[in-house]
């Protein structure tokens, strides 16, 4: 059954919502939660089953999926994966059971914006849910696309490619190869790949055949990623690179395999150096008595002090990527996301009981050019 029905939303909302939810009455209250703000025209399609909404999401364009997971056709996990390899650029906002955070909170990490608890959410809570799993989406997919572009101008530097047959004899091998490893061509065809190139290991020790990536591809025709490997050259010094090994065959045959490779020397010295820079800037930080944190556009987070991770009581890992309103109380969570830049007192229950008068402090942040990055914030104690 399909329903659709239009209400009114703020501004910086969805427009077109579809709504998963084969209980009637939760529809009806996702409803009413929604109906109560002034603002553009919100349009809400309501189906009950899975099978229904992935065949609307290939034909209409919505901006978030209000998605219950207990349907009459999927359940749990099975619901997620299923709307997110039909519509994966669409938001996902999971509906879950009462008091079911756990399962909310694993939706999330396989791939939802964000979750509500159903009959615990106000109005007001469901539509900052909305406008969060938005902007979530949006970076998300600007740092795919990216990612994308990154590939297609690595490929595009001059990697080295080197073919052998099904036995690991080299049969080819492209001028980038030659250069890298200074090798003639005439003397490279027909040697042994791995003792040739993969030899050895990083750490220097000789590398045994089964722990070689080409051989093993050879072996079960799988492709395969392999980081921070060592190539040796002919005159005996060696480089770090990345390879990317290919299966070659025809109708089935394995007929041999593809190493694609490059130097990334460069890189690890940058991302050396990156390194110590970054924690030089972290140590700084975490001399900061205040709670420092800082977010991405869409309010989740990216790095804290050492303060903050006291205050929340979690280590910094466990914190980076989730949104700010699942680490701290509301109110303070609001002031900062939702706030002037500046600094705002509020009152604050910690997770633990206790409420205390903070200072929440907020500016944006942007990149070297200008864009829009984020915001720093502060949790400090308000000063008369």
Not at 277 to 300: K, S
Request: hydrophobic letters at 45%; glycine letters at 10%; one cysteine or more.
């Amino acid at each position: 059954m399909v329903e659709a029905g239009q209400i009114k939303l703020g501004l910086g909302m969805a427009r077109e919502v579809l709504l998963v939810e084969d209980n009637p009455g939760d529809a009806i209250l996702v409803r009413a939660l929604l109906s109560g703000e002034r603002g553009r025209a919100l349009e809400i399609t309501h189906v009950e089953r899975l099978r229904e909404a992935v065949a609307l999401v290939k034909q209409r364009a919505y901006d978030v999926v209000l998605l219950d997971l207990s349907l009459p056709d999927s359940d749990g996990r099975k619901t997620l994966d299923g709307m997110l390899a039909a519509a994966p650029e669409l938001p996902v906002v999971v509906l879950t059971g009462h008091d079911d955070d756990e399962a909310g909170l694993a939706a999330v990490q396989a791939g939802a914006q964000d979750y509500i608890v159903k009959g615990s959410a106000d109005g007001a809570l469901l539509r900052r849910a909305i406008h969060y799993a938005q902007e979530r989406k949006r970076a998300e997919l600007t740092i795919r696309r990216l990612h994308r572009q990154n590939e297609l101008v690595l490929r595009s530097l001059g990697e080295g490619v080197v073919g052998c047959d099904g036995l690991g004899a080299v049969t080819f091998a492209n001028a980038a190869a030659l250069e890298l490893t200074r090798f003639a061509h005439d003397d490279l065809i027909g040697r042994d790949l791995h003792d040739t190139f993969l030899a050895f290991a990083v750490d220097g020790k000789p590398r045994s055949r089964a722990d070689d990536p080409v051989l093993a591809t050879l072996s079960d025709g799988r492709a395969r990623k392999s980081e921070g490997e060592l190539v040796w050259r002919r005159d005996g010094t060696s480089f770090p690179v990345d390879l990317i090994i290919t299966p070659m065959g025809d109708d089935g045959v394995r007929a041999g395999a593809v190493m694609t490779f490059h130097d990334i020397t460069a890189r690890q010295r940058a991302h050396g150096a990156l390194k110590d820079q970054l924690e030089f800037q972290q140590q700084i930080l975490d001399a900061i008595p205040d709670a420092v944190f800082y977010t991405d556009t869409g309010g989740a987070l990216v790095g804290c002090n050492r303060a903050f991770e006291e205050l929340i009581g979690q280590p910094r890992a466990a914190m980076v990527g989730q949104g700010l309103w699942l680490l701290l109380p509301s109110v303070a969570a609001d002031e900062f996301l939702m706030g002037a830049p500046g600094r705002q007192t509020v009152e604050m229950t910690g997770r633990h009981g206790g409420t205390r008068t903070v200072g929440i402090s907020r500016s944006p942040y942007s990149t070297a050019d200008g864009i829009r990055a984020g915001m720093v914030g502060t949790v400090s104690a308000s000063v008369p």
